[in-house]
């Protein structure tokens, strides 16, 4: 059941999916990149409550620095809360993440938050020198300086995979104390258990299968906070799909550009090319993906929030092809029709 410690909060998501013109024809990265500009700033009229980027190094999803973009958004924006989903802290610094933060919070007017993530996608890991071998050590012990870095003051801090700090100020000072910060979950207890002990809360990333199988972790997660001695904190759910005026045409725009990109990845890191029998399992009532009518997919939110006992949802949106427009149209879709729809639903007895 949804907990109720915690307003209602529904987002959008945004990998900066290289897009196609309405002819099919590929879109340069920087048209691609102004794109999402124009998404988030339509995000905010829309009604959506948060727009997020998540950091991507490869020339299908060209998006290696969200925080400038958002920076661009929450200058023609005031309400939209902003932010990663996900930074990649294990091949990042974290003092230098808290600073592009920290600043986006004061550009914004203190609506900055971050979702730190160890990365599915491992491209940036020898494009910034480290080795994969050292993957859950630099996760860890970033997190723990980054933990150390939100409670302000001077920070001292020692470990193996960066120098150490003593006494170490820190700037920008955040105007109004610290900015949210999540930790990205997308299989792992051991994460899980890792946003607990660091106060942090949790974002479960299902991209796959049947995402009640995730209500364990927000168990543990609760479980976990009560046992480092933290307060109940927020946990949300972070899931691809695409909005259209009927579930039939959210289908045929989407299902096309899905196949094209698995198969790409299918290719890189082996798992099976998606079937239009799978694909449909996805989007049906037990499956990862949120593909319909504003009422399909606002039905789907509401029920997947009281499973995973989540008060948070933020749609991954749009798939690498799928034209700016039909992606404009869906965020509009998602934010004046799906979010008051999934508000009635959450709130019905």
């Known amino acids: 059941m949804t907990t109720t410690a915690f307003p209602l909060v529904l987002g959008l998501d945004t990998f900066g999916d290289a897009t196609d013109d309405a002819e099919g024809r590929p879109l340069s990265h920087a048209q691609s990149i102004r794109n999402v500009v124009e998404q988030g700033v339509l995000a905010d009229q829309a009604g959506a409550d948060f727009f997020g ?8 999803m060209p998006m290696p620095a969200g925080d400038v973009v958002l920076a661009a958004i929450a200058a023609r924006t005031s309400r939209i ?17 808290f600073q592009r933060y920290s600043t986006l919070d004061a550009v914004s007017g203190g609506r900055a938050e971050v979702i730190l993530g160890r990365g599915a996608s491992v491209d940036s890991f020898p494009l910034f ?5 050292d993957y859950e050590q630099l996760f860890e012990e970033k997190t723990e300086l980054f933990a150390e870095l939100v409670k302000g003051g001077p920070v001292t801090w020692q470990g193996k995979t ?9 700037v920008p000072y955040p105007e109004s104390g610290a900015f949210p910060v999540w930790v990205g979950v997308g ?16 974002m479960l990333a299902i991209i796959g299968g049947d995402p009640a199988r995730f209500a364990p972790f927000s168990q543990l997660y609760r479980q976990a906070l009560q046992r480092f001695g933290h307060q109940e904190r927020p946990v949300g759910v972070h899931a691809p799909g695409h909005v259209a005026a009927t579930d039939e045409q959210a289908r045929e725009e989407f299902w096309p550009y899905y196949l094209k990109v698995l198969r790409h990845y299918s290719a890189i890191r082996g798992f ?10 996805e989007i049906g009532p037990h499956g990862a993906l949120y593909v319909g009518s504003p009422e399909t997919v ?5 029920a997947g929030l009281s499973v995973l006992g989540a008060t948070r949802f933020d749609l991954k949106y749009g798939i690498g092809g799928l034209p700016h427009e039909k992606l404009m149209t869906a965020i509009e879709l ?10 009635d639903l959450v709130a019905a007895p």
């Open 272 to 281: 099976a090319v998606p079937t239009e029998a799978s694909f449909q399992r």
């Open 129 to 133: 020198g480290h080795d994969l071998a």
């Open 187 to 202: 299989g792992s207890p051991q994460s899980v258990v890792r946003a607990a002990r660091h106060g942090m809360s949790l």
């Open 298 to 302: 606002a039905r789907k939110i509401a």
């Open 53 to 60: 980027i998540g950091e991507h190094h490869t020339p299908d």
């Open 81 to 97: 809360r902003l932010g990663s989903a996900v930074t990649v802290l294990s091949s990042d610094d974290p003092v230098r993440v």
């Open 162 to 170: 960066r120098g150490a700090l003593y006494e170490q100020d820190v």
């Open 334 to 343: 998602y934010g004046t029709q799906v979010i008051p729809r999934v508000r």
